[in-house]
């Protein structure tokens, strides 16, 4: 093992844009990638590998999030972030450049939770739970992934019975972002009555709702999974998302992340990058620096080249979805290139930095990681590729 060098900036944003794409940013989308950039620079990168390595909530940088004006996506009113979607494609890269657990979990609380909120419910419901979600007095969490139901999560097996004014939740769910945290769960379940999948916000403590920590995962660990089990959790008509009908209202809150997942991606392989090119700089063998030997530079030639290409995706959804014309598939396509394609990186960066490449000090380890966890949520690549060539053939290779 190669002695640990000294290098307290290693990690830190060092501005990657060989092709200028920073000059489509608008002012509010430059001020919010800004004022993101500093906190991971100066708060973030400094304690993330201390938690990830103790698998701990990282608290303080959390409740920094409302501070920021972060939370809430492009939600309007109700104290919500109102960011653009390629302000809020910034927010996440930077977010998940610093650490994928922080990251992760403003995805669960305002990408996933939020949105069910804002896109399925009714004003009032609105009105009722989105201030305190935006300030993080409300903690909210999105319970779909069931035990036996991943990828076909159309399938779920949860069940709504309705007793009068009150809805009863029966089942059982898995790697529920935030589960053993949540104020607030959206909990999509099947109605016995007409077989339609609909959405219910269970307000915590519930009676029969319990929850776990998953233990033993060495992706995104210090953002906490749960298995959940609803045991005649009764929740008032008042608490059915008055706007979710069926799974396809399920459907457009998910194709909402989906894109974001290829800015997280992207985060994490800038992080990659970025990291390797600062240490080879540094990193002396055989009487000279490793940047300056044929084969290191070409290696990194091929990371910009990859990394570039990310850059252009986002920017390319980013701008379908302020013209209102991203489509499921075409996000579908951006998480899978760019999941696939940050493994590819982060892998190459830490091959790059030899034995300090596995230390957590150096970041790159943790990033290789935490992208596992992100290449398979909000859809394999198997599924999103799947359906993308059902979209091209106008054929289903899978029910």
Known sequence: ?????????????LGTDFFSVREQFTDEQWARFLAVRRFVDREVLPVAGDYWERAEVPWPLIRRLPELGVVGESITGHGAAAMSPMAAGLVHMELHRGDGSLGTFLGVHAGLAMQSIDMCGSEEQKARWLPPMATLDQ?????LTEPEHGSDSVA????????????????SKRWIGNGTLADLVVVWARDVADGRVKGFVVETPAEGYTASVITGKVSLRSVWQADIELRGVRVPEENRLQEAHSFADTARVLATTRSSCAWMALGHA?????TALAYLRERRQFGKPLVSFQIVQERLVRMLAALT?????CMQIGRLAEAGRLSPTVAGLAKMHNTRTAREVLAEARDLMGGNGILLQNHVIRHMADIEAIHTFEGTETVQTLIVGRDITGISAFT
């Open 139 to 143: 903690i909210g969490a999105f319970a």
């Open 156 to 171: 779920l097996e949860t069940t709504a019975r309705r007793e009068g004014h009150t809805w009863v939740l029966d089942g």
């Open 309 to 313: 290409g990310m850059q252009l995706y």
């Open 1 to 13: 093992m190669t002695r640990q060098m000294d290098l307290p900036h290693l990690g830190e944003a």
């Open 270 to 274: 800038t992080a990659g990058y970025e």
